[in-house]
């Protein structure tokens, strides 16, 4: 249920993050100035504390999520939410790929064959609508960087948050502190007061929207997820977000569903489903660092 709801939220964040018409540098810096005093607040207020073992763990993990942000916001106002979305329908393939080298994780051939089969629906959903595909190669760039960044940041925190006992608060207190230092001096550096100006109120509730239900109540989600479903299984589940993000961005941004898209849907939800069945992996057991408490349970039902 977790994973689903992380699929709702990531499907329905690019659209509306296409709304925001003001700078999009300036627009991540805002967004995870909104972020960290929340996150640490709620970290300090449910008994947390913020070791360096916990930041040493983030640090990396922070910055790449930085500049998927930073990448994600500015490809958004070049290009369409079906091009991006056709360029993170590649992030399972390579998550399967590092996971099995790094992350101890074996994906087996009917793992491997239902993600590519996933793409394909993907794919099938972001091309099969009006060829009038707007944007540039600059746009397609921007997706393609913030693509990489993300499997980077995917992989860090699967990989934390199965040998560590960093719980999911610690976990996003200390990215979102690395991500803002991260965006924040390009920010500065890039925009000017002016810039700030022309922030509309749509501009500021949609940017509230982002930073809170989508880069806080989801990203603790995936990272509560983490600690217990491989790398290589949640992230082809993931491709799910791809199918919402094309049925949100017919009514905001005018890109009707044809029926083509709603068979490349169909596909897409198949595998996720096929996916979700049956492990194909073996999970490394969680360690803690000896300078860290394990996770507090979680609340009974």
Not at 132 to 144: I, K, M, R, W
Not at 145 to 154: E, I, R
Not at 184 to 196: E, K, Q, R
Not at 223 to 243: E, I, Q, Y
Request: hydrophobic share 55%; proline share 7%; charged share 10%.
């Amino acid at each position: 249920m977790a994973l689903l709801a992380v699929i709702i939220l990531w499907g329905v964040g690019p659209p509306v993050t296409k709304l925001i018409s003001a700078p999009p540098i300036l627009a991540a810096a805002l967004r995870f100035g909104m972020s960290v005093p929340v996150v640490w607040a709620l970290a300090y207020a449910s008994g947390r504390r913020m070791s360096m073992t916990v930041l040493r763990h983030t640090a990396i993990a922070g910055v790449l999520f930085g500049t998927n942000l930073m990448f994600l916001f500015a490809g958004l106002q070049h290009t369409s939410v079906t091009v991006i979305s056709v360029v993170q329908a590649l992030t399972p393939g390579l998550v399967l790929v590092v996971a099995g080298r790094w992350l101890g994780e074996r994906a087996s051939l009917r793992h491997v064959a239902w993600t590519g089969l996933g793409i394909a629906g993907v794919i099938v959903v972001v091309l099969g609508g009006d060829p009038e595909v707007s944007g540039d190669l600059t746009g397609f760039v921007f997706a393609v960087a913030s693509m990489l960044a993300f499997v980077g940041y995917y992989v860090i925190n699967r990989r934390a948050r199965s040998t560590t006992a960093i719980d999911p608060i610690q976990w996003m207190a200390g990215v979102t502190l690395f991500a803002a230092l991260t965006v924040t001096p390009v920010a500065l550096i890039s925009s000017s007061s002016d810039d700030v100006g022309r922030f509309g109120a749509g501009d500021w509730a949609y940017l509230a929207f982002v930073a809170v239900v989508v880069g806080i109540v989801s990203h603790f989600l995936m990272s509560w997820v983490h600690a217990f479903v491989p790398a290589s299984k949640s992230s082809p589940a993931l491709l799910g977000a791809n199918v919402v993000a094309i049925a949100v961005a017919w009514p905001l941004h005018d890109e009707p569903i044809t029926w083509l898209q709603a068979l490349g849907g169909v596909v897409v939800l198949a595998s996720v489903l096929a996916i979700l069945r049956k492990p194909s992996v073996q999970v490394p057991s969680r360690t803690a660092p000896a300078d860290e408490p394990e996770e507090p349970p979680l609340p009974s039902v």
